[in-house]
């Protein structure tokens, strides 16, 4: 299920849950869902209907024929498996080519149900898109011949509605494809998200439905079996996706992967980070990556060809290039998806210099107060007392480069002592006075209804100290690195991230921070937004090595701090190329390709 376009997520799959209705889940798995003990009945009326995006057909081909779901197999001898089949996409195509493949065997002529009614099993939830839909299975195995008795039989026997993670299935399958949905945990009742949790490792921290859905799909593959999905890339690297992409490492293949980062992938534009990932039960080796594909039936054609190949030829690069990439998948670890090139390189970084923190320095976010309206004003007008504000730094006031306060100051409710907490109001008789104004708006936040007694506390901690020490600034989302040196004097908003050191000057440190080096340790590990933009998040800088200050000769100090503060990028890229001994080589293949 995707959200809502006012949520503004990425949307991917037909419809899963839409109001109003019902729907009973079988919660006890005896494949019941008919009210008895261990099931639950969802109301769904009030929820707000969730859009339905379709695949493009010229992508669904593409992805049959990536995991080998072909009309020149011996389709109705394989078993194929579609966990959410909406409007039919896929389904509709699987049928034809399964029709075609099975009359191409010289077996047409004979009892179809016997030869087809295991090839097939296809699921979906909502039950009025599964009856929509099965209607359209009907109409296309009477076009293509079939009497109505057998059609009927088929569609009752390929079709099933129910939830594909709790309903029992026979057997395993030699493919797996579709769309899975797309939903935020926080829009499944609490109760079904229970049921999943107990039986999805991979439903890990904030990890969306689709995660808990590839983990079943993986484990009902046949030995050499393929998976085909087109969803959110998320996974790959997020923090949530770390068991799946354990069981990943440990048990499968990730033969092809797919970037569709801002291709038309869809029937309708979204705001969306897709990728086509083909991953088989099979011994772990090398994955084959395709990058942005024009989405027209010759491309993707000739494209899926290049990428099942037997061997790929160096110089077999046609309409979109094709990268082969050893050890992609390594336990929990983020997928590096980069080229071979940078793999090297940043395998070689990390082998031979310490992350970031741990040569003295520190990434933190700035603070998150859930009522910014309440507690964020104009510093000098804010009516508490002097010591309860503090200056405040946002995104906007370093948009040039370099700090230019726009004069907005944050309220700081919190005692000197973190032992004590949060200050008495009864010693700020302004401070007071300015919540109780502001209650309604501060008291309705989540955290304030968690903890009534301390209902005037911000989200995140104000330790008025961070304000007064020497930093780095760096919004989360750009396309490049914007590091923004600030000399101890405001706090920073929860939409900066921020550097410190104990060891580093500021200043070489930003010289690092601003080089082409770090956006490709940055762009390796983070997921990518649309329009090419990356996130500046503590997870991935962290990730950043770093040599240790005292190693670093004072001639190259002098260099990196000049550059820095002259924000002059090409010598922050020498610079840093000296510091981290970079070949010829390595230097070209960072600068030629922009990282």
């Not at 599964?130 to 209607?135: E, G, S």
């Not at 048990?251 to 990728?275: C, E, G, N, S, W």
């Amino acid at each position: 299920m995707k959200p809502s376009t006012a949520l503004q997520h990425a949307k991917f799959r037909d419809r899963m849950f839409l109001a109003p209705t019902q729907l009973s889940f079988d919660l006890d798995g005896d494949g019941g869902g008919d009210g008895e003990v261990g099931d639950v009945t969802v109301d769904l009326a009030g929820l707000e209907e969730r859009g339905a995006v379709f695949t493009r057909g010229e992508v669904v081909h593409f992805i049959l024929d990536l995991a080998g779901y072909t009309e020149d197999q011996p389709l109705h001898e394989r078993r194929l498996l579609e966990p959410s089949f909406g409007g039919g996409d896929f389904l509709c195509v699987a049928v034809r080519r399964l029709l075609v493949a099975w009359r191409a065997s010289g077996c047409g002529a004979g009892d179809a149900f016997a030869a087809l009614g295991d090839a097939i099993r296809a699921v979906e939830l909502h039950p009025e898109t599964f009856h929509a839909t099965r209607d359209a299975v009907m109409v296309l195995l009477r076009q293509e011949g079939l009497d109505a008795a057998t059609a009927t039989a088929l569609v009752g026997q390929w079709l099933l509605q129910g939830d594909f993670l709790l309903m029992p299935l026979a057997g395993t399958f030699d493919f797996v494809v579709g769309n899975p949905p797309y939903v935020r945990q926080e829009l499944i009742p609490a109760e079904l998200l229970a049921a999943y949790r107990s039986r999805y490792r991979t439903l890990f921290d904030r990890a969306d439905l689709y995660v808990p859905f590839i983990e079943r799909s993986l484990s009902l593959l046949s030995d050499g079996g393929h998976l085909g999905f087109i969803c959110a890339d998320r996974w790959m690297k997020n923090r949530y996706g770390g068991p799946l992409r354990s069981m990943v490492a440990e048990r499968f293949h990730l033969k092809i992967h797919v970037d569709m980062v801002d291709t038309p992938a869809f029937q309708t534009d979204v705001i969306a980070y897709p990728a086509i990932t083909v991953i088989s039960r099979s011994p772990p080796g090398a994955t084959r990556m395709a990058y942005r594909p024009a989405i027209d039936p010759i491309t993707l054609k000739t494209l899926a060809q290049t990428l099942r190949s037997p061997a790929l030829r160096p110089d077999a690069v046609g309409v979109c290039a094709v990268r082969e990439i050893p050890q992609v998948t390594n336990a929990a670890e983020p997928w590096l998806l980069a080229s071979v090139d940078h793999m090297a390189l940043i395998r070689r970084l990390e082998k031979q210099f310490p992350c970031l923190e741990e040569v003295g320095c520190k990434i933190g976010i700035g603070v998150a107060t859930g009522a910014d309206k309440a507690f964020i004003s104009d510093y000098e007008t804010l009516d508490v007392e002097e010591d309860r504000k503090i200056r405040l730094v946002t995104t906007q006031d370093i948009q040039s480069g370099v700090v230019r306060w726009r004069g907005q100051g944050v309220i700081n409710p919190f005692a000197p002592s973190p032992e004590v907490g949060l200050v008495d109001l009864r010693a700020y008789p302004r401070l007071r006075r300015y919540l109780e104004a502001h209650r309604a708006v501060i008291a309705n936040r989540h955290c304030a209804k968690k903890t009534p007694d301390r209902w005037y506390r911000t989200i995140d901690r104000i330790t008025p100290a961070l304000a007064a020490r020497p930093k780095l600034l760096i919004p989360d989302i750009k396309g490049e690195a914007h590091v923004v040196f600030e000399a101890g004097v405001f706090y920073p908003h929860h939409n900066l991230y921020y550097v410190t050191s104990d060891d580093w000057d500021l200043r070489a440190l930003q010289a690092v921070l601003l080089s082409v080096l770090t956006k490709l340790f940055v762009s390796t590990y983070s997921t990518q937004m649309r329009g090419g933009f990356l996130r500046f998040q503590a997870q991935y800088l962290r990730r950043i090595r770093l040599p240790r200050w005292p190693t670093v000769p004072e001639q190259l100090r002098m260099a990196l701090a000049e550059a820095a503060i002259k924000r002059d990028l090409p010598a922050c890229n020498r610079a840093v190329f000296a510091l981290y001994g970079l070949s010829a080589a390595e230097q070209f293949a960072l600068e030629g390709t922009g990282a």
